[in-house]
């Protein structure tokens, strides 16, 4: 058996000597912004049961999502829906084969960080 020294080698990629990319961090907010949406369609969704229960638990729903922590939970929600709009888009343009080249990629990464930004000022704002 060989000898193998492992004690002396970290563990590859270590957290310590990896830079992430900025395809990889897009990869990895584009699966929180889809989990964060869940939570708040469940946050919707409960706001629309209320309504149909009673006024009062209603009323209680409606003071947390008008609140000013609901106003920006459902803030970061537009923005966390048009990202993961844009980066869904993105996904798909690299399903046909177009756009894996490194340049490209970069390109469309920080179109679709940039893109969320300004879809969400302009949904606000017109909203």
Known sequence: MADVNRGNRPL???LSIYRPQLTSITSILTRITGNALLISA????WWFLAAA???EYFNVANGVITSWFG????????????????????HLIWDNA?????P????MGY???????VLTALTV???
């Open 12 to 14: 590859s990629p270590h």
């Open 42 to 45: 469940l946050l919707v969704v």
């Open 71 to 90: 106003d920006l939970v459902m803030f970061f929600s537009v923005l966390g829906l048009w990202y993961h709009t844009l980066a869904g888009l993105r």
């Open 111 to 117: 179109a679709v960080l940039i893109g969320s930004v």
């Open 125 to 127: 704002v017109i909203l």
């Open 104 to 107: 490209t990629a970069y390109k």
């Open 53 to 55: 229960t009673s006024e």
């Open 98 to 102: 177009i756009g894996l080249d490194l």
